[in-house]
């Protein structure tokens, strides 16, 4: 694994749902950056932006590796995507280890932004602030549209693309992101192939440069991790073993938070929450999920009672996060 030391447009918008850590993060961003298919992590293309994204986003490290295939004198072709998940997973562990309290953000070039957005789909124990597709591979081999792993992602996503990338048709994108459950926004560079290397022709025509095409690029990904980090979105929030209440860290917050809520969980009374968020500096607001527990489980005799299912409890929690998401970023 690869990592250095810690150091001192056009753009499209989906707003759904952002989910985060209930942990203030004010720190600068671990980005964890996986390679494509064909070229390994230190490849001229990564490595450049490996730099770019490190001055980007100020972030304190980047994180790069080759997947096992890739290791050895001996070239061999990549195996599924899924058979990838495990190994990239445990890079992710590393980092947010090595780097407690930073938001993570997994990046990837082709291939590796899919395996990235499969481990950031199912991870269970670590929060992944946000997803960086660098030229996702949306089209297969045989041509399909490969939308099933963009579906169940809930963390916000940012694509940057090619206009001329074969392998991600920009009609088919945009019917996939519009299908897609968290905020998402696309960069489109001009003229751009699926390492966004732009034609010479294209280029005099439009009177650019291959440098401040990426460099506009760069802006919009630096603006789309800004925003996400402006909001903060709290699912249960708890009180403390002892039953105290621990409303220290929320009331240092100065970004705009919405809080998910069971109305049956026992570790965060609504009326102490009541309490705290009329204490709180920021614009705040609650849902709650009738009959809900800590993990928003709702009785099957409550949802008989209410002629509801817990899909639809949890699909209104979802319109109320978006509308506040909305609102807050207006």
Not at 81 to 105: C, M, Q, R, W
Not at 221 to 226: D, K, L, R, T, Y
Request: hydrophobic content about 40%.
């Amino acid at each position: 694994m690869d990592s250095s030391p810690p150091s001192k447009r056009r753009r499209h918008t989906k707003d759904a749902e952002f989910e985060s850590s209930s942990t203030i993060q004010n720190s600068s961003p671990v980005v964890i950056f996986a390679h494509g298919a064909g070229a390994p992590s230190s490849s001229d293309w990564m490595q450049r932006w490996k730099t770019m994204l490190k001055d980007a986003l100020q972030a304190v490290d980047v994180v790069t590796f080759d997947y096992p295939y890739m290791s050895g004198a001996k070239k061999r072709a990549p195996p599924k995507a899924e058979k990838l998940v495990e190994f990239h997973s445990n890079i992710v562990k590393e980092a947010a280890t090595k780097y407690p309290g930073h938001p993570l953000i997994l990046a990837g070039k082709s291939m590796g932004s899919r395996v990235g957005c499969m481990v950031a789909a199912t991870l269970k124990d670590i929060n992944v602030s946000a997803v960086l597709c660098l030229g996702y591979p949306l089209k297969g081999i045989n041509g399909a549209v490969r939308d099933e792993t963009l579906l169940q992602l809930t963390v916000p996503t940012m694509f940057v693309q090619g206009s001329k990338d074969n392998l991600c048709p920009l009609e088919k994108l945009e019917a996939t992101r519009k299908k897609m459950k968290p905020c998402n926004e696309l960069h489109v560079i001009d003229g751009g192939d699926h390492s966004f290397k732009i034609g010479k022709k294209h280029l005099q025509a439009n009177g650019s440069t291959q440098d401040a095409a990426e460099a506009v690029a760069l802006q919009a990904i630096a603006a789309f991790i800004s925003k996400i980090e402006k909001l903060a979105i709290v699912w249960t929030e708890d009180s403390g073993i002892n039953g105290a209440v621990r409303d220290e860290t929320l009331l240092q917050l100065t970004v705009p938070t919405m809080f998910v809520q069971g109305s049956k969980d026992n570790l965060c009374p609504l009326e102490k929450l009541e309490a705290t968020r009329k204490k709180m500096k920021p614009c705040n607001e609650l849902h709650v999920i009738d009959g809900g527990d800590h993990s928003f489980k709702i009785g099957k005799k409550h949802l008989q009672a209410n002629g509801s299912t817990q899909d639809a409890a949890e699909a209104v929690a979802l319109q109320a996060i978006a509308a506040f998401i909305s609102k807050s970023l207006e």
